[in-house]
């Protein structure tokens, strides 16, 4: 691991925007943006690992992106197809665990099957975890954790250590945060210590809407495609000015 001297988050996730004005800027189209930024994921993946990262959640499309044109979301999901067999190659090479959040459900089933295909595949990775948000959003991964925990109620299956033990926090017999998160896609997951925005946008857009409660966020201009280790290590660098207080003094 590099000895950098910098005190690394354990878990980060990047909202990767920009894509579109880095095209744009260039006269392209934005698909080609997108394809730009596809390499920038590729090239960072094994940066973070070296740094010292343990997860990395990157924010790829967004329950909303399905408002775009119908030639960029193609477009997106031609480049996913390109994307995932590369991504696997790079896994079993450095040691990566993939994992996708989202509802992936909405996908062509081609993409689907390749979905499933790289999780199984390194689910014996002991290095990085690298988690894709993939047709996701923070209400719509609550929403769907609701819905699976009222089936499991209505059918007796809570794991009892969900429940709660009268405490200064629970009333006697409540579900505890703990067991509610455990219904999210990120089950397992820590929670993002630092959450980085490309593009200068100062909102979350929906991006790990539980988990982000006690995250640093640092807000870069620069856009996603010009995005690299030493751009990465100036946010942790950032982060490591923040004083965490977690409520407490
Ligand atoms: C982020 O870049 C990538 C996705 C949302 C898929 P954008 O496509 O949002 O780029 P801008 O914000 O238009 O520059
Ligand atoms: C957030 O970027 C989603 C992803 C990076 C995948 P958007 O470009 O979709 O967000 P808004 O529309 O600026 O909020
Ligand atoms: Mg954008």
New binding site residues.
């Given amino acids: 691991m590099d000895n950098i001297g910098l005190n690394i988050p354990q878990s980060v996730g990047i909202i990767?925007?920009?894509?579109?004005?880095?095209a744009?800027k260039r006269g392209l189209p934005?698909t080609m943006?997108?394809k730009a930024?596809c390499d920038a994921i590729e090239k960072l993946l094994p940066e973070a690992g070296k740094i010292g990262i343990k997860y990395l959640t990157v924010?790829?499309?967004?329950t909303e992106?399905w408002k775009r044109s119908k030639d960029e979301v193609d477009g997106?999901m031609q480049l996913f197809r390109y994307y995932a067999m590369r991504l696997l190659k790079a896994a079993k090479e450095g040691n990566v665990r993939i994992r996708m959040i989202g509802d992936r459900r909405r996908f062509p089933k081609d993409i689907i099957e390749s979905i499933n295909k790289l999780e199984a595949e390194t689910v014996s990775n002991t290095g990085l975890t690298f988690i894709v948000a993939a047709n996701y959003g923070g209400r719509d991964e609550i929403r769907r954790a609701a819905m699976k925990l009222a089936i499991d109620y209505k059918e007796g299956r809570i794991d009892e250590s969900f429940i709660a033990e009268a405490s200064e926090r629970y009333h006697e017999g409540e579900l505890t945060e703990e067991g509610f998160a455990a219904y999210l896609d990120t089950a397992g997951i820590p929670d993002p210590d630092l959450i980085i925005r490309t593009?200068g946008?100062l909102r979350l857009s929906n991006f790990l809407t539980w988990q982000s409660a006690y995250s640093e966020i640092v807000v870069t201009d620069t856009?996603?495609p010009d995005f690299d280790r030493e751009e990465l290590l100036n946010c942790i660098r950032q982060y490591n000015q923040r004083s965490r207080r977690f409520g407490g003094v």
């Fill in positions: 990767m925007d920009g894509n579109g004005r880095w744009k934005r943006g997108h930024g924010y790829a499309f967004s992106n997106l593009s946008e856009l996603w």
